[in-house]
């Protein structure tokens, strides 16, 4: 692996204030108690119900087999992200822990602001989307870069001024480039 990369600092050619790297949208369900049958969790178009077993005849709803009538957050939330990975043609899920909880992180499968408008709900007693949202969110495109190792030099607020540099780490387009932010500090600043 190479020690030392050369980069090449230029003139800001694009309208935001700093570039960015894409993001796909997304939304966290916590979930802080048990979840029970018939309680539901809607991504967009797919809702996804709790039930106690496989129904024989077709439903309308996605089944999460809870195999009880209740079960403990951390089953349930484990069941709910199977079921999207294994279903959903327009999210992926991802169980994570906060705290004394658990939550399904759902991320729109593709980059870029049209993940934001997909709507989400919830009717389960003991889980909620993060700040009670109504959509996935942050979605975004990224600052495109056709060259591998260019930066831009960005100075904020501060008195005196911090240099602070976004180097593209990786040349693309909107959907594909990749951005990382470095701070130079004096070399007397360092402890």
């Known amino acids: 692996m190479d020690k030392f990369v050369e980069i090449l600092i230029q003139p800001k050619w694009f309208a935001d204030d700093i570039p960015s790297s894409p993001k796909k949208a997304s939304a966290t369900l916590t979930i802080s108690g048990n979840v029970s049958k018939e309680e539901t969790v809607t991504i967009g178009s797919e809702v996804y119900e709790f039930v106690e077993s496989a129904s024989q005849e077709p439903t309308t709803n996605i089944e999460v087999v809870l195999g009880d009538t209740e079960v403990a ?76 190792g260019l930066g831009i030099r960005v100075q904020d607020d501060s008195t005196p001024p911090n240099d602070i540099y976004y180097i593209c780490t990786k040349a693309g387009g909107a959907e594909t480039v990749e951005w990382k932010k470095v701070q130079l500090l004096d070399v007397n600043d360092e402890d």
């Not at 399904?104 to 700040?131: L, M, R």
């Not at 495109?141 to 060259?147: A, D, K, L, S, V």
């Open 73 to 148: 957050k951390d089953v349930a939330a484990e069941k709910l992200k199977a079921a999207i990975n294994e279903i959903s043609q327009i999210v992926t899920a991802e169980k994570i822990e906060v705290d004394d909880d658990v939550a399904v992180v759902v991320s729109y499968k593709k980059v870029g602001t049209e993940g934001n408008e997909i709507d989400i709900d919830t009717d389960c007693t003991n889980a909620s989307w993060d700040d009670s949202a109504e959509n996935l969110s942050g979605g975004k495109y990224g600052t495109p870069c056709p060259i591998t």
